[in-house]
């Protein structure tokens, strides 16, 4: 999530740096956690919540 004191132009070079070119907000943390909690097979692994900014 961007800062209250991002600039458009920060947010705009930011996006465009990631894959799904959006910003994702709490509520895609929130389902992560859910996922890792309610699911009993997943052990031991962390997921990274980057929007695919990793792949460029």
Request: hydrophobic letters at 30%.
């Amino acid at each position: 999530m961007f800062n209250d004191d991002d600039s458009p132009d920060y947010r705009e070079q930011a996006l465009a740096k990631s894959a799904l070119g959006i910003e994702p907000g709490p509520e895609v943390v929130y389902q992560s956690i859910r996922y890792l909690m309610d699911n009993p097979y997943v052990t031991d692994t962390c997921l990274e919540l980057n929007g695919g900014r990793h792949l460029k």
